[in-house]
Each structure stands twice: as C-alpha cells, then as structure tokens.
C-alpha cells in the first residue's frame, strides 16, 4: 500500500468498493474447489464438470464463480504461490475468454442456463444468495417474467449498458428440475449449469441444447442423494466402470 497519507485513504476506499461490487475477484477456493478448477484453466473442459459434496463444501459458490469468469472474463484473486495448497493464484483460466471470443466474433450474447429448484431462485434461496455475492455487482438483472421466482438473467460489461438488452453480453435462461422435459427445449446454449441433480429425462433434454456448440459445457454443483443415482452410474462411471468425469 502507499504511504503518502493523502493516496492511502483513496486505495482503502477503492479496495472497498471492489470487495463490495466484485466479490468473486476475491474469492480463495478451498481445496476441492482448486481441483475443480483446473479442469478449465486450458482446453478441452470436460463436457460435463461435477463437483459433488456435502453441505458447507462450496458447491453453489463454485457455480456461482465459474459462470461468472465464463460471462465476464474475470480471474480469480492473486494469492502468493504455497500460500493455499493447489491453488498458485493464476487467474489466466481458458474459461475467462473462449466464450466471450466466440460470442463476440459471432455478434451476439452468451447464451445459458442455469436449472435449480424454484425455491433457491427466490430472494432468499441459496443460489440467488451466491449469485448475488459472485456476480458482478450492478452488472446483471434478474427478471421473473410471469414466474414465482427469477426466470431470466441480463448480463452487461458497462454499467452504462444495463438495461439495454441489445448491448448485453450474456442471456441465462433458467429452468427448474421438476418442470417436464419439454418445458427444457429451446435453442442451443454455450454453457448449462445444473445446481443439484436432476431427473435422467431433464438431462437428457438439455444435452440437446448443446449438440448444436461443439463448445457447450454442462456444470453440476450437487449432492449425490438418492435423485444423483443415474448421474453416477451414467457420468461418473461409465459402462465400462472407469471414472470419465
């Protein structure tokens, strides 16, 4: 920090300012969330990413980072090498720019999707807790659209933008696990991301909203309860019983 007295107040208030619109630059992932990581620091990513554990593991708030380097290009906070075991602080993640390279030479937004429960998108559900805390402050808009709980996000790079939703950079749709297959149809997506698991059939619809981007990624953030049973035998292990995610 410098030490003229008159410049030391105006970096305190800065960095306060970041810690309060930009949480997500500041995030330290623990250790099942450093590995988890590493699979989009170069390419390929994994076409489907589970990071899977118990409550309290950080499973949301690793959703909720890793879409928000996607859609806005942001790295993670630099930490000192050997401070954090697994994590060197590195914020050149392959994740931070492919998307936004290719939406941009094909002029037009990131398209996603995120499929939680309905509760959890309400004003006080956990994942709207975690996308409020590691998304860009002022920088995205969550709109209803006739449901109970938020059905849309609008996402821009400028602050000037918001708003103008012809300006925007990333349009997440949000479905929830026990609509009807059907009610999953829609257009191709860049990325989809599934907090908590879903039923066989729901999956099944949204991997045909990635066959159409040979770039496409699905990320799960779930506890393996007695719903994750096909996710396991399915993705984690496949029919030849050797781990493929």
Known sequence: LP??????????????QLRRDRPGLFLVPNVGQSRFLEHYRSLPFPKDGI????NGAGKTVQGAKLTGMLIWGHGLSSVPAGVHPGYDGDSDYAICRVFRERAAKE???IYGR???TAASLKGNGAMMQRIKSFWPRGLWEGQKLGATYVSQFICWDQEEDVGDEA???AVVDVKTIDQEPLAHAGPDMDFIWFDEPSTKD??????????????AIRIHTLTPLELAGWLIDDLVVGADG???V
Do not use: H, S
Not at 3 to 16: C, E, F, G, T, Y
Not at 202 to 215: D, H, K, L, T
């Open 3 to 16: 030490q003229d007295p008159r410049v030391l107040p105006m970096v305190k208030a800065r960095a306060k």
């Open 51 to 54: 990071f899977m554990g118990g």
């Open 107 to 109: 002029n037009r937004p």
């Open 114 to 116: 995120i499929v939680a």
């Open 167 to 169: 300006k925007a950079i």
């Open 202 to 215: 729901v999956y099944a619809e949204n991997v045909g909203r990635c066959r159409g981007n040979e770039m």
């Open 242 to 244: 050797v781990k493929t």
